[in-house]
């Protein structure tokens, strides 16, 4: 029998195409594993076996039909609750949403039927995409976050309950829950992926992003994802039709890197913070600066335009739900509605001045190494974490992927984040996967 767990995606696709493995074999195994893990991590608000058997059955009779298969034929894809579904229910983490759907399908759930995957089921988020964290546990320890927003799916996929999600991130919610849980974590340059029919908690900062458990996987979808959408306006027109090719070719000689010892080094716990120090010195062309100073007027920023945002996108649940909301959401609305013109104004023009100043790394070298989070998983269900080591990137719009390359306190998963310049994704993901394949041998 096929181990359907240790195939790469672009592997397990070609044996659906060939009917050497069917769809429904494949979602048979992910079924088994939510059986068995799901009372315990809560990855999932909406799953129903019986109808995912359904579409993998229709999936398998289509191929047999001897008509053309998308890239992920078959493949079953957890996506975070917050993106519009018209099957199921999107909840967004908030009891005010309780049993709502969307009266259509999100651009990427569209673009991933598409390419003939499944949606499997929709995946614990903070609420909102906020704070509040859900009921998920850490697959690695049950006593522990996962982290957030995206909490669901990164564990889904740590867990082997899902070969890939998606998620979003709007300070560090897609990199942090992949370093807590041990798995790829990418959030793309901003504007390659359509926030069309998702939750918007901020027009300036949301980002769509995945989770796998290779680069090459999360190259494979985001070739499928990254598409101009005219009801997006930040979208762009970016060809990603060889983002797996070159993702594979890898850079043309060894590349360079920069790493950024942050502010925030001195709240990293002493086991990760060794494990950072060794692994960097385990590498000759990594270089180690002090954190630019205007990084700091970024973590201001950011926080200017998020709590401005939430204020005005989530309104009508503050005037009217405003008891049925946390204290973390009821706080930041709170803030949020205090802001000047002028000082969002500020924050958003800053966003151009600072990038200008921090494309000229690219001009000597291939990538910023940071730690992905500070530290493994908290103890504890009552926080996600910090995003301290993530808003810049949010705010600067960059491609940054984290990769669990290393172990902290009690064995735990560490993420090492990497940063590429805007809209060079292609590039960046082939360095991405070259460090990678540097760690596994």
Same mark, same amino acid.
């Given at each position: 029998?096929?181990?359907?767990?240790?195939?790469?995606?672009?592997?397990?696709?070609?044996?659906?195409?060939?009917?050497?493995?069917?769809?429904? =074999?494949?979602?048979?195994?992910?079924?088994?594993?939510?059986?068995?893990?799901?009372?315990?991590?809560?990855?999932?608000?909406?799953?129903?076996?019986?109808?995912?058997?359904?579409?993998?059955?229709?999936?398998?009779?289509?191929?047999?039909?001897?008509?053309? $298969?998308?890239?992920?034929?078959?493949?079953?894809?957890?996506?975070?609750?917050?993106?519009?579904?018209?099957?199921?229910?999107?909840?967004?983490?908030? $009891?005010?949403?309780?049993?709502?759907?969307?009266?259509?399908?999100?651009?990427?759930?569209?673009?991933?039927?598409?390419?003939?995957?499944?949606?499997?089921?929709?995946?614990?988020?903070?609420?909102?995409?906020?704070?509040?964290?859900?009921?998920?546990?850490?697959?690695?320890?049950?006593?522990?976050?996962?982290?957030?927003?995206?909490?669901?799916?990164?564990?889904?996929?740590?867990?082997?309950?899902?070969?890939?999600?998606?998620?979003?991130?709007?300070?560090?919610?897609?990199?942090?829950?992949?370093?807590?849980?041990?798995?790829?974590?990418?959030?793309?340059?901003?504007?390659?992926?359509?926030?069309?029919?998702?939750?918007?908690?901020?027009?300036?900062?949301?980002?769509?992003?995945?989770?796998?458990?290779?680069?090459?996987?999360?190259?494979?979808?985001?070739?499928?994802?990254?598409?101009?959408?005219?009801?997006?306006?930040?979208?762009?027109?970016?060809?990603? =039709?060889?983002?797996?090719?070159?993702?594979?070719?890898?850079?043309?000689?060894?590349?360079?890197?920069?790493?950024?010892?942050?502010?925030?080094?001195?709240?990293?716990?002493?086991?990760?913070?060794?494990?950072?120090?060794?692994?960097?010195?385990?590498?000759?062309?990594?270089?180690?600066?002090?954190?630019?100073?205007?990084?700091?007027?970024?973590?201001?920023?950011?926080?200017?335009?998020?709590?401005?945002?939430?204020?005005?996108?989530?309104?009508?649940?503050?005037?009217?739900?405003?008891?049925?909301?946390?204290?973390?959401?009821?706080?930041?609305?709170?803030?949020?509605?205090?802001?000047?013109?002028?000082?969002?104004?500020?924050?958003?023009?800053?966003?151009?001045?600072?990038?200008?100043?921090?494309?000229?790394?690219? =001009?000597?070298?291939?990538? $910023?190494?940071?730690?992905?989070?500070?530290?493994?998983?908290?103890?504890?269900?009552?926080?996600?974490?910090?995003?301290?080591?993530?808003?810049?990137?949010?705010?600067?719009?960059?491609?940054?992927?984290?990769?669990?390359?290393?172990?902290?306190?009690?064995?735990?998963?560490?993420?090492?984040?990497?940063?590429?310049?805007?809209?060079?994704?292609?590039?960046?993901?082939?360095?991405?996967?070259?460090?990678?394949?540097?760690?596994?041998?």
């Amino acid at each position: 029998m096929i181990d359907v767990f240790s195939l790469r995606i672009e592997e397990l696709v070609s044996k659906i195409k060939k009917g050497e493995i069917s769809s429904v =074999e494949v979602c048979e195994k992910y079924i088994e594993r939510i059986s068995k893990f799901e009372k315990a991590i809560k990855a999932w608000v909406h799953f129903d076996k019986k109808i995912l058997l359904e579409k993998a059955s229709d999936a398998d009779e289509y191929r047999r039909s001897g008509k053309p $298969v998308g890239p992920l034929h078959g493949i079953p894809i957890a996506v975070k609750d917050i993106i519009g579904t018209v099957d199921m229910p999107t909840e967004c983490g908030t $009891v005010i949403r309780k049993g709502k759907s969307y009266s259509q399908n999100a651009e990427i759930i569209d673009l991933l039927l598409a390419a003939g995957a499944i949606v499997m089921g929709k995946t614990a988020t903070s609420e909102l995409a906020y704070l509040g964290p859900p009921k998920t546990t850490n697959p690695h320890d049950y006593s522990r976050t996962p982290g957030g927003s995206s909490s669901g799916s990164a564990a889904a996929v740590a867990s082997f309950m899902a070969p890939l999600s998606i998620g979003s991130q709007t300070g560090g919610s897609i990199i942090r829950p992949a370093s807590y849980c041990g798995v790829v974590g990418y959030k793309p340059s901003y504007g390659l992926i359509s926030r069309n029919g998702v939750l918007r908690t901020s027009y300036a900062l949301d980002h769509i992003g995945m989770f796998g458990r290779k680069v090459e996987d999360i190259a494979l979808l985001a070739k499928t994802l990254i598409k101009k959408d005219n009801y997006d306006p930040a979208t762009i027109y970016y060809s990603a =039709e060889n983002i797996l090719d070159e993702t594979k070719k890898g850079p043309l000689f060894e590349p360079k890197f920069i790493f950024y010892k942050t502010d925030f080094w001195k709240i990293i716990d002493k086991k990760s913070r060794e494990s950072f120090e060794y692994f960097i010195k385990s590498f000759k062309n990594i270089e180690i600066f002090d954190t630019p100073s205007y990084f700091k007027d970024i973590h201001k920023y950011h926080q200017i335009i998020h709590e401005t945002d939430l204020a005005n996108n989530f309104a009508i649940y503050y005037k009217k739900y405003k008891s049925k909301l946390s204290k973390y959401m009821q706080t930041a609305i709170a803030k949020g509605n205090k802001y000047s013109a002028k000082e969002y104004t500020e924050a958003i023009d800053f966003k151009k001045q600072s990038y200008e100043s921090y494309k000229e790394v690219f =001009e000597d070298y291939h990538g $910023v190494l940071t730690p992905s989070s500070p530290g493994v998983a908290l103890k504890g269900l009552k926080s996600t974490g910090t995003a301290e080591f993530n808003k810049v990137w949010s705010y600067l719009g960059t491609p940054c992927i984290s990769l669990p390359l290393l172990e902290g306190e009690n064995n735990l998963p560490l993420g090492v984040q990497i940063v590429g310049d805007r809209y060079d994704d292609h590039r960046f993901l082939g360095v991405a996967r070259w460090l990678e394949k540097e760690c596994e041998n």
